[in-house]
T-cell receptor
Framework: SQQGEEDPQALSIQEGENATMNCSYKTSINNLQWYRQNSGRGLVHLILIRSNEREKHSGRLRVTLDTSKKSSSLLITASRAADTASYFCAPGRNEKLTFGTGTRLTIIP | DAGVIQSPRHEVTEMGQEVTLRCKPISGHNSLFWYRQTMMRGLELLIYFNNNVPIDDSGMPEDRFSAKMPNASFSTLKIQPSEPRDSAVYFC???????????FGQGTRLTVV
């Protein structure tokens, strides 16, 4: 299956702390994407990392990719209340875009 | 651009009725995806199209579900007959080409009673 599995299922941290979420997958990929979903809304794309990249940054987001371990991590630094959401990874080999069950992140003010 | 537009936003129907969900992708996007989201099963890919052609419908749960994309600016997902277990939020998403970010609509919350 091309689908990724996010870990942990749920994470609660204090505002200002860093949050790390992990994604594991089973097939070879060309890229991996991370998305955020606020309650009741559609998913929003955060960042895409290609298979030949090891790390990528976007604002407070840092994504790493280890293709040998078939895993990726998403780090959100200096978390804010607005970061409370579910986060999904999408490992990509072709145009098919599938998601795991996500990590539910709660930022405690 | 207004983004991916889905209609209706909410739908309540009785078991056995036909339900049609609609999606207008972003202009210029050539890939379109239909997803179903429930607490139990998460976000499931039902079917996706590329250049209006269905590429993979292996996620369509059963023959009661059908999807069409008659042109580049419109797609429908039909459930006939509907059942209570079809209650979920259905999302449509589109993207520009084969492997880039996808843009999601706001979803249609379907309740079958």
């Amino acid at each position: 299956s091309q689908q990724g599995e996010e870990d942990p299922q749920a994470l609660s941290i204090q505002e200002g702390e860093n949050a790390t979420m992990n994604c594991s997958y089973k097939t070879s990929i060309n890229n991996l994407q991370w998305y955020r979903q606020n309650s009741g809304r559609g998913l929003v794309h955060l960042i895409l990392i290609r298979s030949n990249e090891r790390e990528k940054h976007s604002g407070r987001l840092r994504v790493t990719l280890d293709t040998s371990k078939k895993s990726s991590s998403l780090l959100i630094t200096a978390s804010r209340a607005a970061d409370t959401a579910s986060y999904f990874c999408a490992p990509g080999r072709n145009e098919k875009l599938t998601f795991g069950t996500g990590t539910r992140l709660t930022i405690i003010p | 651009d207004a983004g991916v537009i889905q209609s209706p936003r909410h739908e309540v129907t009785e078991m056995g009725q036909e339900v049609t969900l609609r999606c207008k992708p972003i202009s210029g996007h050539n890939s379109l995806f239909w997803y179903r989201q429930t607490m139990m099963r998460g976000l499931e890919l039902l079917i996706y199209f590329n250049n209006n052609v269905p590429i993979d419908d292996s996620g369509m749960p059963e023959d009661r579900f059908s999807a069409k994309m008659p042109n580049a600016s419109f797609s429908t997902l039909k459930i006939q007959p509907s059942e209570p277990r079809d209650s979920a939020v259905y999302f449509c998403a589109s993207s520009t080409d084969r492997v880039t970010e996808a843009f999601f609509g706001q979803g249609t919350r379907l309740t079958v009673v």
